[in-house]
């Protein structure tokens, strides 16, 4: 245990940094204490990730002053940074998938031995670490066969390995299941009653209200409210985020199903098993269920990115099981995949040209050329309506924020006015604000009468928006509930595998 000193464990006097046509940081001030959870909160685009940035030694700040430990501090780079005892996990992992555990955490810090890296050091390094901070993993398992849960644990050890004494976490719950949030926190505040700091980043009321000492709040670059998290509430945070209240949860009235637009019979794939399913014009379907049960499989399928083993798949009463991913996107099908970044944009292009995408045989092309005026105020549109924060449209898609790219994914998908819309996640990494808004959109869209069928994490997402409920367990649909019946508990419990035969079953 280190007693608590007076001195701030990070302090940043301010911090502006600024990007063409943008003001990220505007003079931030940030006191973090010694051995405290420090919530760092605010709307997509607001700036924390800059100030992240900043603070760990990747982006120069324009001005302002950094001190650690009570020292001041100019870092060049990370590694400065990390000499200062400062640890950061980014939101996308930077881990070697084909490497074990303990090679990771030791990773460009190892043990020698005469010279060369000395594994059975690494092993028992990686042992004594997890053992010493509640952090249990197999050091010898390859961190490619890992769920996102404990490559996230190797991550943090491998801070902890470097010496970190405050942990910086931007976003770390958005990938992964509530049960492994649940753990990271006991971990975190484990690593705090040490001693240790942690600055998270999060998008997540429950968790800075459950997990965190104290929160800061920053809107457009600015610091806008400094909070002490027992001494206030979900609503006041998200006030202070957007200046305005927000009705967070909201459960949004039933749809009016017409004619049947998917009709899944008998599906499997690699992690699918005989899936039947059917989602109707003006209805949204949607898939609970612990994440790595087929949820993931079973969308990929459907939209024609992953071979289908058996079964049939129709689309407004076409076959299409065997269609590829542009037939089926001609016929009538959108897609906003779960992973923003691998298939579902394009950072180099612009906002406009992304916001584009896909819009070739639409009522934006003329002759399928795309008239950069008409993909101008296309994008303009978009921008308005999703509330997508861009210095401008010709701006490239690497400068948005985590949030904002969503913004524009789920955008341009519901653009297309596609009779089927397969949606994935959402809303992860999107401020509360911008949920609500994008959780008003998917429902317009139904009630335009197209059909939807969601996945996602979220069990308030799923109750918010679905008008039925499929849970999968092991790659099959083991229960079905009408809104109504779809509370937490009960999904709880069958995306658990069901307690005995309590689920109803499908029909
Ligand atoms: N490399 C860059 N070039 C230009 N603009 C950038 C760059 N990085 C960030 N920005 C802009 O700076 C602002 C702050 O972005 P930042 O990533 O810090 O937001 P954030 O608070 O982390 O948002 P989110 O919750 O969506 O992750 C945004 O307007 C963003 O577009
Ligand atoms: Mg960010």
Do not use: C, W
């Amino acid at each position: 245990m280190t007693p608590p000193r007076a001195e701030p464990a990070v302090e940043l006097r301010g911090i502006t940094k600024r990007f063409p046509g943008t003001l990220a940081n505007d003079a931030v001030d940030l006191t973090v204490r010694h051995g405290e959870i420090h919530a760092l909160m605010g709307e997509n685009g607001a700036g924390k990730s800059t100030l992240m940035s900043v603070l760990y030694g990747m982006e120069l700040p324009d001005a302002g002053t950094i001190r650690v430990d009570g020292r001041d501090v100019d870092f060049a780079s990370p590694s400065d940074a990390m000499a200062a005892g400062l640890g950061m996990v980014h939101q996308s992992f930077k881990l070697f998938g084909s490497l074990s555990v303990a090679e990771n955490v030791v990773y460009a810090a190892e043990p020698r031995r005469f010279g060369l890296v000395d594994r059975a050091a690494a092993r028992r390094r990686v042992r004594e670490l997890a053992a010493e901070h509640g952090l249990a993993v197999d050091p010898d398992a390859r961190v490619g066969d890992l769920p996102v849960g404990l490559r996230q644990r190797v991550e943090i050890l491998k801070l902890l390995h470097r010496g970190a004494r405050t942990l910086i976490l931007d976003e770390p719950t958005a990938v992964l299941t509530p049960a492994e949030a649940d753990a990271l926190f006991a971990v975190l505040k484990s690593l705090a009653a040490e001693g240790r700091t942690v600055i998270l980043v999060t998008h997540k009321l429950r968790e800075v209200l459950e997990g965190s000492d104290r929160v800061t709040v920053l809107r457009d670059g600015r610091v806008v409210a400094r909070l002490v998290t027992s001494e206030t509430s979900a609503d006041e945070i998200a006030a202070a985020m957007t200046g305005r209240a927000v009705e967070l949860d909201r459960v949004h009235a039933p749809g009016t199903p017409g004619d049947v637009v998917l009709e899944v019979s008998g599906l499997a794939t690699d992690a699918v098993r005989d899936v039947d399913l059917t989602v109707r014009a003006g209805e949204i379907v949607g898939i609970a269920g612990v994440a790595g049960n087929g949820q993931s499989e079973l969308i990929e399928a459907l939209a024609g990115l992953r071979p289908v083993g058996a079964g049939h798949v129709a689309l407004q009463g076409e076959d299409i099981t065997h269609a590829s991913a542009t037939e089926r996107r001609l016929k009538g099908l959108a897609y906003v995949p779960e992973d923003r970044h691998a298939v579902g944009t394009a950072p180099d292009a612009s906002v406009a040209d992304n916001l584009a995408m896909g819009h070739h045989r639409t009522s934006l092309s003329s002759r399928g050329l795309l008239p950069p005026t008409a993909v101008r105020a296309h994008a303009r549109r978009l921008v308005e309506r999703f509330g997508i924060k861009a210095s401008a449209p010709e701006a490239s898609a690497s400068a948005l924020s985590g949030g904002n790219l969503q913004k524009l994914l789920i955008g341009r998908e519901l653009a297309h006015d596609a009779p089927l819309l397969l949606v994935e996640q959402p809303t992860r990494g999107v401020d509360i604000g911008a949920i609500q808004n994008i959780h008003d959109q998917l429902i317009a869209y139904r009630d335009a009468g197209h059909a939807v069928l969601l996945v996602s994490a979220e069990l308030s997402e799923i109750r918010g928006l679905a008008d039925r409920v499929l849970v999968m367990y092991e790659g099959r649909i083991t229960a079905t509930y009408d809104k109504d019946a779809a509370d937490e508990r009960t999904l709880g419990l069958a995306m658990a595998g069901g307690s005995g035969k309590q689920v109803e079953t499908v029909d």
